[in-house]
């Protein structure tokens, strides 16, 4: 089983205790979230001026997770988290850290087994901390939906349309947000009470997913998040919550656990709507 890294443990601590903080703490555990992939190189005013509050609350706040101050947290950031402060850098400045870190050219199968290694470390700890009651309340939210809607961008595009495509083959209204055109707004509009919304998303959070999100709660439809924290910007309009973080090689965050994640809410949503998946095909229509 994979070992969490010590950013992410931090920031579960922090989630865990998040209700019990002081509201200016409150403040600094949620920059922190929303910006943990540049507190590495932030100084402690500058967290400080982006919570609205005074240095020394900073001080606190890591002191409160056991710390002796900002600095030795921040090394905790630095230490742990430098492979991930790269949705900056386009895939090419990616492949030519690589190939500058590496002390000799890799075989392309090095590559791919290396990251098929950091996939499966993905799903290993994807599989340690499931959480069975989060899941059976996100497979509730979708049986009593009246219409699914789902939206996702960029690289987490192509999992939205999976998802869409699996739910087709249940007796729900399914509805992928896709934003062609750029009419997110438009497709996103008649969403309900009686509806849920499943939005997909990871640093850098995608700005429409988080409109969409925004439209359906304040809509009253529910959202089910599919996102890596439950203290990130998708979390905040989330009645229902799946967490899962991808494992990443070379800078590159791996699919898997989120599909793999995606697929089996929909099988345990046809298994609860009583669906067998292999009566929807019948000879002579698609090969699915």
């Known amino acids: 089983m994979s070992k969490r890294n010590p950013v992410d443990e931090l920031l579960q601590r922090i989630a865990d205790e998040y209700d019990e903080l002081p509201r200016q703490l409150q403040g600094v555990a949620t920059y922190i979230e929303q910006h943990r ?14 919570c609205g509050v005074h240095a020394s609350a900073v001080v606190r706040f890591a002191q ?45 199968a090095q590559m791919a087994l290396r990251f098929i290694d950091a996939s499966r470390a993905g799903l290993d700890e994807l599989a340690g901390e499931f959480d069975s009651k989060a899941f059976d ?74 409109y969409c999100a925004r439209v359906a709660h304040q809509h009253k439809a529910k959202v089910l998040a599919v996102t890596d924290s439950a203290l990130g910007p998708l979390a ?22 989120t599909i793999c994640l995606c697929q089996a809410l929909f099988v345990a949503l046809a298994y609860k709507l009583e669906l067998k998946v292999e009566e929807t095909s019948h000879p002579g229509e698609y090969d699915d």
């Open 236 to 257: 905040r309009d989330a009645s229902a919550l799946l967490k899962v973080n991808e494992g990443s090689a070379f800078a590159f965050r791996a699919l898997t656990s």
């Open 37 to 50: 992939a540049n507190i590495m190189v932030q100084r402690i005013n500058e967290v400080a001026d982006g």
């Open 137 to 210: 309340e996100a497979v509730d939210l979708l049986v009593k939906a009246e219409n699914i809607y789902v939206i996702a961008v960029r690289r987490t595009f192509g999992i939205a349309s999976y998802i869409a495509y699996a739910l087709q083959h249940t007796e729900k209204r399914v509805h992928l947000v896709s934003g062609l055109g750029g009419m997110f707004r438009e497709q996103i509009r008649s969403i309900g009470k009686n509806d849920v919304l499943i939005a997909i998303s990871f640093p850098p959070y995608g700005k429409e997913t988080l």
């Open 64 to 108: 409160r997770f056991g710390y002796s101050g900002y600095s030795e947290m921040q090394t905790v950031f630095r230490s742990a988290y430098t492979e991930a402060v790269t949705p900056a850098r386009s895939y090419q400045q990616r492949i030519r850290k690589v190939i500058a870190d590496e002390s000799a050219p890799m075989t392309t």
